[in-house]
């Protein structure tokens, strides 16, 4: 089967309040690599691969914060846009997820330890059955290490699986 991210936790702005704790947890009871994202994120704004090394954690762009820079990191979240406007930017909880580690193939395919999706999109027919209505790749490219294709601004983009082969157009 696909990998599934394990889950680590899911935090609310006021609980990330109580600093001490939250450090402790950081450094002592996540894996020494581990995913942070907002919840209602869009277009990879606040994402967070992280690796822990002692009592610093190491980010994607090579930034390195102790365990309090982070949880002001993570309480600036409530600033970010929100994938949909009926949601308020204070909603946002902060997702902890163990790292996927991206299968051999995709990475010959994408050049780097990046894991990009598949997007597939379904309907459920008046009759039940379900039905899909589209799907694409989301490639990753340069330096960028989250799928986001936003009309091409972050200069990644999409294929379309054959959804008979899965080969690539």
């Known amino acids: 089967g696909l990998p599934v991210p394990g889950f680590l936790g899911l935090f609310s702005h006021e609980q990330l309040g109580s600093r001490g704790e939250w450090e402790v947890r950081l450094r002592e009871e996540f894996p020494e690599r581990f995913i942070a994202k907002p919840t209602l994120g869009l277009k990879g704004a606040g994402f967070y691969s992280l690796r822990r090394e002692g009592d610093r954690f190491q980010d994607q762009e090579g930034n390195v914060y102790t365990a309090g820079d982070l949880i002001g990191e993570f309480s600036r979240y409530t600033e970010l846009p929100t994938i949909q406007p009926e949601y308020r930017s204070e909603e946002h909880r902060v997702l902890f997820q163990r790292r996927v580690e991206v299968h051999g193939e995709i990475r010959t395919l994408v050049g780097k330890e990046v894991v990009p999706c598949v997007r597939v999109c379904t309907a459920i027919t ?44």
């Open 126 to 169: 008046p009759g039940g059955e379900s039905r899909i209505l589209f799907s694409f790749f989301k490639v990753i490219t340069g330096n960028n290490i989250v799928d986001t294709f936003a009309d091409a601004t972050f200069g990644n983009f999409i294929a379309e699986p054959d959804l008979e082969t899965g080969l690539l157009g």
